[in-house]
């Protein structure tokens, strides 16, 4: 019996270098995530509450500690709360102007969350919950639960 060759090819060579190249780009992509290089800051987040009831406003008290993720592990401290009556705009056809209208029994509140952060060159980051500005946020604390919108971040 004769014993056959392995033969290395173009191909082959091809499908290596492909291969090589997909692991340096994940490596490239992940290895960040992986190594801290930012410095961790108290950061200050306010998150828009809008069109919400009076209940609400009443429920919460500076001080209070909250969770901003689903996971209810990354959290902070209320440090401010404001509330304002809710208004809408709307479009006035015979006007052509937009015309601002108080809501009823609606509230806008704005919570400012003071929490610690990890700041990096690409993200503003609590455990495992981006910040971002506009970014949707729960605010969970004892007896009340909303989602709001992040407006601003201060560090």
Known sequence: MEKSKAKF???????????????????????????????TKTVECTVLLS????EL??????????TISLTEKDGGTIKAIE???????????????????ELENKFDIYVTIELEAEITD????????????????????KGYAATGYCIGIND
């Open 9 to 39: 090819s173009v191909i082959d060579a091809v499908i290596i270098l492909v291969v090589l190249a997909a692991i340096a780009v994940g490596v490239k992509m992940l290895l960040p995530r992986f190594i801290s290089s930012g410095e």
């Open 51 to 54: 069109s919400t009831e009076k």
């Open 57 to 66: 406003a009443e429920a919460m008290s500076e001080g209070d500690n909250v």
């Open 83 to 101: 509330v304002k009556n809710a208004e809408r705009s709307t479009f006035d056809s015979m006007s052509g102007a937009f015309v601002t209208q």
């Open 122 to 141: 690409t993200a503003i980051q609590t455990g495992t919950t981006v910040l971002k500005v506009g970014s949707e946020i729960p605010v969970r604390g």
